[in-house]
């Protein structure tokens, strides 16, 4: 294994690591219950692991699938579709997740500007739509002849009328740029300190305080399509409780179970390629020691950029708007 740099701290696999990891992996031949699976890595198929799991068991569904386009995840490959037959492949699977799901559980899936479409029409079969969140990616390839693209969609589903959604746990600290003062030039719904001003304000479905994980960031992998743990955070916080069951059928290299460990869930994830599955369960090994998310301090999120020990030393008496 190449060794990275002193200040390159993507995350990678020793041959004494991968060893070990993958005898914490399993595979499922057979109906099991829900302890037999919680807090662990299923190495399989995802489409013949979901014929053992047990109905009604997922608090929380995580879907990160295979966007239509051509692309490589290791030692397997994804080929682009025509969209109809990209929309029978979702539903051919989904359809099957149904049943896993307890009636108040919350749906997350994810796609890009191309798929967000199937993922609208084959998702609102079987769920309830909720909303579109459109995040910003941040960085992407410069095109001479078209937009820059630098978003990804997540369509938020639930599978009745009622679920969670904790709203105080996914606060948005932002800056104020012209803040309000009262008669006496006291703030107002603002705090102060030598960073700046700043108001806790309610999300919403435009997220462009995300930053994707890139090399020198400790949470960093070679996986190709890897979700920040920023983006995690919100959506487990937001859609569950301490103790519900957060599934991701499609694991790569473990960020679902990674969070999900480290805010006190439980988690379920099942992914096909060996190297990230031992991947995610280095990340789980040090998810023990460390719990931190990089951009969410105190309970609350911090735009990208404004989050400083400085700022982070110090409790802001911030109000929400």
């Not at 692991?49 to 009604?56: Q, S």
């Not at 290791?74 to 997740?97: A, I, P, V």
């Not at 937009?147 to 996914?170: A, G, P, R």
Request: aromatic share 14%; hydrophobic share 35%; with cysteine.
């Amino acid at each position: 294994m190449k060794k990275n740099s002193k200040l390159n701290r993507t995350l990678k696999l020793r041959d004494e690591e991968f060893h070990k990891y993958r005898s914490n992996l399993i595979k499922l031949r057979k109906k099991v219950s829900t302890d037999q699976v919680v807090n662990r890595i299923i190495n399989q198929d995802f489409l013949e692991a979901i014929e053992f799991f047990p109905d009604n068991f997922v608090d929380l569904l995580f879907i990160d699938p295979p966007y239509n386009l051509t692309k490589r995840f290791n030692s397997l490959s994804f080929k682009e579709m025509r969209n109809k037959q990209y929309e029978e492949w979702l539903e051919s699977w989904l359809s099957k997740l149904f049943f896993l799901l307890k009636d108040n559980a919350s749906i997350y899936i994810c796609g890009d500007w191309k798929s967000s479409s199937a993922i609208f029409n084959v998702g609102s079969k079987f769920f309830n739509v909720r909303n579109r969140i459109t995040w910003e990616r941040e960085k992407g390839r410069g095109a001479n002849t078209n937009w820059k693209n630098c978003t990804e969609d997540i369509w938020f589903f639930t599978k009745s009328k009622t679920y969670t959604f904790n709203i105080d746990t996914v606060k948005l600290r932002r800056k104020v740029l012209a803040p309000y003062r009262d008669e006496k030039r006291n703030p107002k719904d603002w705090g102060q300190n030598k960073e700046g001003n700043f108001r806790d304000t309610f999300p919403s479905n435009i997220w462009n305080d995300i930053s994707v994980p890139f090399w020198s960031m400790p949470e960093n992998t070679n996986h190709p399509t890897q979700k920040p743990e920023k983006l995690l955070a919100k959506i487990i916080l937001a859609s569950t409780n301490k103790g519900d069951l957060v599934f991701d059928p499609f694991l790569g290299s473990g960020t679902t179970a990674v969070v999900a460990k480290k805010l006190g869930r439980k988690y379920v994830g099942v992914e096909v390629d060996e190297y990230y599955c031992c991947l995610a369960e280095k990340r789980l090994e040090l998810a023990e020691k460390n719990k931190r998310i990089q951009g969410y301090e105190d309970g609350v999120f911090w735009e990208r950029n404004t989050l400083t020990d400085q700022v982070n030393s110090q409790k802001l008496n911030v109000k929400p708007k």
